[in-house]
């Protein structure tokens, strides 16, 4: 199972150091859940939250060199999801999932 703390890894290592208000609003997760993922992901050392270099209100989130090194093996994570997930689907069913599923989640976004 994929869990929080890969999307996390994930998306900062996308993106590098975030306001951790910005991982809130990816993960549509309350602002709470989100604080109580990213303190375990920090007693893992795997991310840091400090003040924000610009805005003393916010914390920015940033990987650790442990979360770096993390990294490989969610996205491998992710890669085994979406093999068993959708093995069974011809390349059209894929096509008409992905295209079914963006439009789900622009219409949230816009929400």
Do not use: C, F
């Amino acid at each position: 199972m994929v869990s929080p703390h890969e999307i996390v890894l994930l998306y900062l290592d996308e993106h590098g150091p975030v306001a951790q208000t910005e991982l809130v609003h990816y993960m549509g997760r309350d602002r709470s859940t989100v604080t109580a993922t990213l303190q375990a992901m920090e007693r893992a050392d795997l991310v840091v939250r400090s003040s924000s270099p610009t805005d003393k209100r916010a914390t920015t989130v940033a990987l650790t060199d442990h979360g770096r090194e993390t990294v490989p093996r969610a996205r491998a994570a992710w890669v085994e999801l979406e093999r068993r997930t959708t093995s069974p689907l011809t390349a059209d069913q894929k096509n008409a999932l992905v295209e079914a599923l963006a439009l789900i989640r622009d219409t949230l976004n816009q929400a």
